[in-house]
């Protein structure tokens, strides 16, 4: 059974930093593309970033790109997300989610983690 | 980006009422739709996807239709526990997307 658990997630001041990790178990973990999808309260989903199995592509949305850094260690089966100068708008919960080719613009997604709350306030 | 926007964001039935859910796009998608139910603090649960197929576990009496810009997803008499948040999604150009959902509401 696939399983992805997030963490890392918790209370952070405008500014600040956080690292998300994503366990990931039950698959093959270096062959499949890994995205983080974040909701903001009362939200729809959005694809904050993405990245094909071995990393040498790279997708960030324009909300985060050069504040977040996405990573993977496929040795670990982990995900990770490097958040820096985070704002009020980063607020939301973070899932961790897998797609089902090598690169993560091509097939979909079929397992989600619980998510992690992140949220931004002084 | 394909902006998805639902109709109607709230909609108010009782138990064993048909539910109707609108979603559209702003370009086409062709058949590169999900459905996604959301209870709260839980994360999206795949319905359908392409449109018009049911994942696996999910109710017959769920069903999505359409095609291009248009879709529909059907619930053909809501259960307890059908009560909740609806996203539909593309995956016909990146980045996928989601639209802002619709409340299905105890009447």
């Known amino acids: 059974e696939v399983q992805l658990l997030e963490s890392g997630g918790g209370l952070v001041q405008p500014g600040g930093s956080l690292r998300l990790s994503c366990a990931a178990s039950g698959f093959t973990f270096s062959t499949y593309a890994m995205s983080w999808v974040r909701q903001a309260p009362g939200k729809g989903p959005e694809w904050a970033s993405a990245m094909s199995r071995n990393g040498d592509s790279i997708y960030y949305a324009d909300s985060v790109k050069g504040r977040f850094t996405i990573s993977r260690d496929n040795s670990k089966d982990t995900l990770f997300l490097q958040m820096n100068s985070l704002r009020a708008e980063d607020t939301a919960v973070y899932y961790c989610?897998?797609?089902?080719?090598?690169?993560?613009?091509?097939?979909?997604?079929?397992?989600w983690g619980p998510g992690t709350l992140v949220t931004v306030s002084s | 980006e394909i902006a998805l926007t639902h109709s109607p964001a709230t909609l108010s039935l009782s138990p064993g009422e048909r539910a109707t859910l609108s979603c559209r796009a702003s370009?086409?998608?062709?058949?590169?739709l999900a459905w996604y139910q959301q209870h709260p603090g839980q994360a999206p649960r795949l319905l359908i996807y392409d449109a018009s197929n049911r994942a696996a576990g999910i109710p017959a009496r769920f069903s999505g239709s359409g095609s291009g810009t248009d879709f529909t997803l059907t619930i053909t008499s809501l259960e307890p526990e059908d009560f909740a948040v609806y996203f539909c999604q593309q995956r016909s150009n990146w980045p996928w997307t989601f639209g802002q959902g619709t409340k299905v509401e105890i009447k």
């Open positions: 370009q086409t998608v062709s058949s590169y």
């Open positions: 989610v897998k797609g089902t080719r090598t690169n993560y613009n091509a097939g979909t997604v079929d397992a």
